[in-house]
């Protein structure tokens, strides 16, 4: 029972998880790199970066063909380091209309993943902090027509599609056994008393 549990979760590769920090700083100039961290599942999915502080307003910069090769498209490359589930996006010669938020996703059926990032360019002179804090949370959503919000929403659906259903066969199951364990018992006692009823 418990081998059927672990296999259907495994059908769901990565339990829908990438993260990356919660914001980058950069220089005028120079270059920003972003790491996006991904579980174990999503190695050969392409990998995309893109632009804009909500789905419906996401524009693609850049994606990976699902290979660990570098891309590269004007001043933004990407490459997934598939052995330490890492992307690795990097902009370079960024200008301060850089600013924005920035999605790293992976592009999958249905919904895609995603994990918006913020990153704010400043002018040359400026003192960068280092402090950069992992972001846990992670978005499930489709880069075009949807928001944020759809991850509540599709936690819902998988809760009551799939969550709710096996919990219930789980349930159902252990109380089949439990019942058949008790009809067993039932049995053997009626068995031995019959025998002892018709011994000499």
């Not at 991850?151 to 056994?177: D, E, I």
Request: hydrophobic share 35%; proline share 4%; glycine share 8%.
């Amino acid at each position: 029972m418990r081998l059927w549990l672990v296999l259907l979760l495994l059908s769901f590769p990565g339990c829908f998880s990438i993260k990356g920090p919660e914001s980058v700083r950069g220089l005028e100039g120079g270059s920003v790199s972003v790491h996006c961290q991904y579980t174990p599942g999503w190695e050969t999915y392409k990998k995309w970066w893109c632009r804009g502080a909500d789905w419906e307003s996401c524009h693609p910069l850049i994606e990976t063909d699902g290979s660990q090769q570098e891309m590269k498209v004007d001043r933004v490359s990407i490459r997934d380091d598939q052995s330490h589930l890492l992307l690795t996006v990097t902009m370079e010669e960024v200008r301060q209309n850089d600013t924005d938020t920035y999605w790293c996703g992976i592009n999958r059926y249905g919904p895609d993943l995603g994990a918006s990032i913020k990153v704010i360019i400043d002018p040359v002179g400026t003192v960068l902090s280092t402090s950069a804090r992992p972001r846990s949370r992670t978005t499930t959503s489709r880069r075009a027509g949807a928001t944020s919000d759809s991850y509540s929403r599709n936690h819902y659906v998988l809760l009551a599609f799939l969550k709710v259903p096996v919990l219930l066969m789980l349930v159902g199951a252990v109380l089949w056994l439990k019942g058949s364990q008790q009809r067993l018992s039932i049995c053997m006692n009626l068995s031995s008393d019959l025998v002892r009823d018709t011994a000499p």
